[in-house]
C-alpha cells in the first residue's frame, strides 16, 4: 500500500491521542512519517501544516472551556515567536535532522512516560518569573522552528515541574503556544519556498476530525494515561529508527525482521 495513503488513518489517531491531551501531535506525525520513510525534506513542512490546524481547534476548545492562563502564557510566546520563524528558515542536512528528530523523539517519549507515571498534583500555581519564561521559551521556540514541531510536548512538562500553571489550564496554555508557534515556524519555512504534498488536503482533513473528536475528550476529563504509555512505545520505535537509519547501511526495521 503506498504509503501516503495509508499515513491517512493513523494521522487521524495520531491528531485525536494527542488533542486530548492538549496537543497538536507533530512528534506523533514525525514519527509515523519516520516509520513509513517519507523523504526527509518533506517532514517537517507537513509537521507544521497537520500541527497548525489541530493546534488551533485544540486552542478553541480549551480557551472556551476556560482551561488557560494568559498570565503565564503570553511572555513565554512572545520570546518563543521569533526563535521558531528562525529555526522555520533553517533547512537541515537529511542525515542532522534524522539525527535531531530522533533524539528529540526520544527525549519526547521520555516526557510522556513522566507524565503518565508521575502521581497528579493539583497544588495552588506559583507565579512564573520573567527570566524563566525566557529561558523556556528561547530554546523551545528555535528548536521547534528546526524540527517542524509546536513545542508544546517540553512546555507542559517543565509548566508542570515548576508549578507555574495549574493542571486544568496548562493544556489549554501548551494547545495555543503549539499553534502560534508551528505558525511561526511555517512562515519562516515559507521563505524558503514550501512544496505542499498532494496528499495533504486529505490528510488535513483527517486530523481535523481527530482534533475535534480527541479535543473534545481532552475537555471533557477523559483518562489520559494509557494514552500517554502507547505514545512512548510509537515515540520511542520511530526515534530509534531515524537515528539508526542516519548509518546508510542500517535501518531500525532490521532488528524487528530477519530477513535471510
Same mark, same amino acid.
Given at each position: 500500500?503506498?504509503?501516503?495513503?495509508?499515513?491517512?488513518?493513523?494521522?487521524?489517531?495520531?491528531?485525536?491521542?494527542?488533542?486530548?491531551?492538549?496537543?497538536?501531535?507533530? &512528534?506523533?506525525?514525525?514519527?509515523?512519517?519516520?516509520?513509513? &520513510?517519507?523523504?526527509?525534506?518533506?517532514?517537517?513542512?507537513?509537521?507544521?501544516?497537520?500541527?497548525?490546524?489541530?493546534?488551533?481547534?485544540?486552542?478553541?476548545?480549551?480557551?472556551?472551556?476556560?482551561?488557560?492562563?494568559?498570565?503565564?502564557?503570553?511572555? #513565554?510566546?512572545?520570546?518563543?515567536?521569533?526563535?521558531?520563524?528562525? +529555526?522555520?528558515?533553517?533547512?537541515?542536512?537529511?542525515?542532522?535532522?534524522?539525527? #535531531?528528530?530522533?533524539?528529540?523523539?526520544?527525549?519526547?517519549?521520555?516526557?510522556?512516560?513522566?507524565?503518565?507515571?508521575?502521581?497528579?498534583?493539583?497544588?495552588?500555581?506559583?507565579?512564573?518569573?520573567?527570566?524563566?519564561?525566557?529561558?523556556?521559551?528561547?530554546?523551545?521556540?528555535?528548536?521547534?522552528?528546526?524540527?517542524? #514541531?509546536?513545542?508544546?510536548?517540553?512546555?507542559?512538562?517543565?509548566?508542570?515541574?515548576?508549578?507555574?500553571?495549574?493542571?486544568?489550564?496548562? &493544556?489549554?496554555?501548551?494547545?495555543?503556544?503549539?499553534?502560534?508557534?508551528?505558525?511561526?515556524?511555517?512562515?519562516?519555512?515559507?521563505?524558503?519556498?514550501?512544496?505542499?504534498?498532494?496528499?495533504?488536503?486529505?490528510?488535513?482533513?483527517?486530523?481535523?476530525?481527530?482534533?475535534?473528536? +480527541?479535543?473534545?475528550?481532552?475537555?471533557?476529563?477523559?483518562?489520559?494515561?494509557?494514552?500517554?504509555?502507547?505514545?512512548?512505545? #510509537?515515540?520511542?520505535?520511530?526515534?530509534?529508527?531515524?537515528?539508526?537509519?542516519?548509518?546508510?547501511?542500517?535501518?531500525? &526495521?532490521?532488528?524487528?525482521?530477519?530477513?535471510?
Amino acid at each position: 500500500m503506498d504509503p501516503h495513503f495509508l499515513a491517512l488513518p493513523i494521522f487521524f489517531c495520531v491528531a485525536l491521542l494527542y488533542s486530548s491531551v492538549g496537543h497538536a501531535g507533530a &512528534s506523533g506525525y514525525l514519527a509515523v512519517m519516520a516509520l513509513l &520513510s517519507f523523504a526527509p525534506e518533506t517532514i517537517k513542512p507537513t509537521s507544521l501544516v497537520l500541527n497548525v490546524a489541530v493546534a488551533g481547534i485544540a486552542s478553541w476548545r480549551f480557551l472556551r472551556a476556560g482551561c488557560f492562563s494568559w498570565k503565564v502564557f503570553w511572555p #513565554v510566546a512572545v520570546v518563543a515567536l521569533p526563535l521558531a520563524f528562525l +529555526g522555520g528558515r533553517l533547512q537541515l542536512p537529511s542525515r542532522a535532522f534524522a539525527v #535531531v528528530a530522533g533524539v528529540f523523539l526520544i527525549a519526547s517519549a521520555l516526557l510522556m512516560a513522566w507524565r503518565a507515571l508521575r502521581k497528579p498534583e493539583d497544588r495552588d500555581p506559583r507565579p512564573m518569573p520573567l527570566f524563566a519564561s525566557i529561558g523556556v521559551g528561547l530554546p523551545i521556540g528555535f528548536l521547534s522552528g528546526i524540527i517542524g #514541531v509546536g513545542g508544546g510536548i517540553f512546555l507542559s512538562p517543565i509548566l508542570i515541574a515548576g508549578r507555574w500553571a495549574a493542571l486544568r489550564h496548562i &493544556s489549554g496554555i501548551a494547545a495555543l503556544f503549539i499553534f502560534i508557534n508551528s505558525l511561526s515556524g511555517l512562515a519562516g519555512r515559507m521563505t524558503k519556498g514550501l512544496e505542499v504534498h498532494p496528499f495533504m488536503p486529505w490528510w488535513l482533513l483527517a486530523v481535523v476530525a481527530g482534533g475535534i473528536i +480527541g479535543s473534545w475528550l481532552g475537555v471533557s476529563r477523559f483518562g489520559a494515561r494509557a494514552i500517554l504509555i502507547a505514545l512512548f512505545l #510509537v515515540l520511542t520505535t520511530a526515534g530509534m529508527k531515524l537515528l539508526f537509519a542516519v548509518d546508510g547501511r542500517l535501518s531500525f &526495521s532490521d532488528f524487528l525482521i530477519f530477513t535471510p
